[in-house]
């Protein structure tokens, strides 16, 4: 990825299908297709180079609950990557994943639990893992969101400086799905108090919203992942892509 920041699209998983939800509420969904791996090969042809998958069933379980769909994904848009997260709580989770040959894992909730594992994994599996925090009013929600705890995100964040992860994927709850445009001023404050390279989600909705992500570079924002627009077909992945290469 010799260029600069990258637009990530999301295929998010539940029961085998590709679905997205509204503020992460299970049951509210859209589903957008029976076959996730055809849409990722969508993706892939569309010119993404780093797609990325979560496992919503995994992430209510606490354990690994798609893992035929994920395999189907990564085996489908060889030779580009794929990152995996929902429900990684172990380094057996974390294995499993880059066993099929996802290129990295995200831990969500486990960075709160189990932040000792997630270093350890950090220092074993080197730039394949991405710590996802998740933030409702600046706090850290966990468990696929139905829980907020008291912990400020980029407190979290700063637990893991130097500890090798390859990025922080920071979504901002109360924009995703909502397709009311991302949080540019969480996103930012959040970025500059980290030295880790930050992926920005939620409440991408138009190439606009590229466009005023692409200014938070500086910042330290390195990739924005998007879902529901891209299914929508309220924001075109080449254009975003092309939009980003100029900037």
């Given amino acids: 990825m010799d260029h600069k920041m990258i637009v990530i699209p999301a295929i998010d998983i539940k029961g085998g299908l590709c679905v997205r939800l509204f503020q992460g509420e299970m049951d509210r969904e ?3 297709s029976d076959d996730p791996a055809a849409m990722a090969r969508r993706w892939a042809d569309q010119g993404a180079e780093l797609i990325h998958v979560v496992d919503l069933d995994g992430a209510v379980a606490k354990h690994p609950r798609n893992l035929d769909a994920i395999d189907r ?28 040959g996802a290129h990295r894992v995200v831990v969500g909730s486990a960075a709160i639990y189990d932040p000792e594992m997630v270093k350890n994994a950090c220092a074993r599996f080197p730039g394949r893992i991405v710590v996802g925090i998740d933030a409702r009013n600046g706090k850290v929600a966990i468990e696929g969101w139905t829980k907020t705890t008291e912990m400020v995100a980029a407190e979290l964040a700063s637990r893991f400086e130097d500890s090798g992860v390859a990025a922080i994927n920071f979504t901002d709850i109360e924009r995703d799905g909502m397709q ?18 930050v992926v920005a989600s939620g409440g991408v909705s138009s190439i606009d919203d590229i466009r005023r992500l692409a200014a938070l570079e500086s910042d330290g924002v390195t990739g924005i992942i998007t879902g ?13 892509i092309e939009l980003l290469r100029k900037s």
């Avoid at 990564?74 to 929902?86: F, W």
């Avoid at 009311?180 to 390279?197: E, K, L, T």
């Avoid at 529901?228 to 975003?240: K, P």
């Fill in 30 to 32: 859209t589903v957008f």
């Fill in 73 to 100: 994904i990564v085996k489908e848009v060889d030779p580009v990557p794929v990152q995996v997260g929902g429900g990684i709580r172990d380094v057996d989770g974390i294995e499993k994943y880059l066993g099929l």
């Fill in 180 to 197: 009311s445009g991302p949080n540019i001023d969480a996103i930012r404050n959040f970025a500059r108090a980290v030295n880790i390279p």
């Fill in 228 to 240: 529901r627009a891209l299914y929508e077909g309220g924001l075109d992945l080449r254009s975003a």
